[in-house]
């Protein structure tokens, strides 16, 4: 067969899909280093959900949105191992396996996708020789020489985890100012924890977030929107919360003030690390975006995403920075 490398109709960026062989068997990883077939899979079962990206020129990064893999203890920000990695002994190699590894646009991480008929073939760019593979029926997945790499059909997975609506008055394309009142501003919490609110820009070129900490003097130059962000001694109830106006959620907002609780029970104690005080901050400013709970939609549905409720500390299936689940989220919602 020859691998004709372009983009093939049937597949889009940005875009969470489930892949099936031809033993009626889906792709999965729940690990970085462990993938399975699995006979079937619900709405729940995350460990067979993949997004799609753009790695270039029709070469895409597959990232999978079911891995619970510990995370490192760390007071600074770590990405999970969660992008689709080929590994090789060289260009040369018959055989090879898969991993996941954290992003780094790496080559090995780059793949073609390959149509024919209405079978796709995955094949890594870095070794162009090798494509995903199946041995048999309960193998794990690997790689193989690219002329006989198993055929693959794809399923679009649909989700739609954020509120209705959007800001009172606001156009298609939104800036939104985020303004740190002094209030939220303490030791542990600075205004660099803050400024992670731009880990949500690139993602949607409808977005824009800009940031303006407590230091800034001055009127904010004029926005679609205003979120403020405003320390709370919440009594031990919470980490954060949004509150918005009006308070139905699905609702067109006219304001919005994130609460960050500041007393030592919240993230404004050591126990907590930048990571966790990050993640929480730029979970609040996702609901501020729009964004909601992935369980609220489907129970029982927990990907990984920064939108999942808890901390990245404790709670595996959490990221520091928006994941693949969130960018599809955020360029659904706007």
């Not at 619900?42 to 999978?64: K, V």
Request: proline residues 5%; charged residues 10%.
């Amino acid at each position: 067969m020859t691998w004709n490398p372009a983009t093939p109709s049937g597949i889009s960026a940005n875009t969470i899909y489930r892949f099936r062989n031809t033993n009626l068997r889906y792709l999965s990883a729940t690990t970085n280093t462990t993938f399975a077939q699995l006979s079937s899979v619900t709405a729940t079962n995350i460990s067979a959900l993949w997004y799609i990206t753009s790695a270039g020129t029709n070469l895409y990064y597959i990232e999978s949105l079911g891995v619970r893999t510990a995370r490192p203890s760390s007071t600074t920000f770590s990405t999970l191992p969660n992008m689709l990695t080929a590994n090789a002994t060289g260009t040369s190699a018959t055989t090879g396996t898969l991993s996941l590894t954290a992003f780094s646009s790496a080559d090995t991480q780059k793949w073609y996708i390959n149509r024919n008929g209405s079978n796709y073939y995955f094949v890594n760019y870095k070794y162009p020789q090798l494509a995903i593979n199946v041995n048999n029926i309960s193998a794990a997945p690997n790689l193989a020489a690219s002329s006989t790499g198993v055929a693959w059909t794809v399923e679009t997975v649909t989700r739609n985890d954020a509120w209705l609506l959007r800001y009172s008055g606001a156009p298609t394309t939104v800036t939104v100012n985020v303004v740190i009142e002094a209030s939220a501003v303490t030791g542990l919490l600075t205004n660099a924890i803050y400024n992670t609110a731009t880990a949500w820009n690139g993602i949607d070129p409808n977005i824009t977030v800009r940031v303006y900490p407590s230091t800034f003097t001055g009127t904010p130059p004029n926005a679609n929107f205003t979120i403020r962000v405003r320390g709370v001694n919440s009594g031990g109830a919470r980490l954060g919360r949004l509150v918005s106006t009006p308070s139905n959620l699905d609702s067109a907002w006219t304001s919005a003030v994130i609460e960050i609780s500041t007393e030592s029970s919240g993230t404004n104690s050591n126990n907590y690390t930048n990571g966790d005080r990050e993640m929480n901050f730029l979970h609040e400013l996702g609901h501020g975006l729009k964004l909601a709970h992935p369980h609220q939609a489907t129970a029982g549905y927990y990907p990984v995403s920064i939108m999942c409720q808890g901390l990245p500390s404790v709670n595996t299936n959490l990221t520091v920075r928006p994941s693949g689940h969130d960018k599809y989220n955020l360029m659904r919602k706007w």
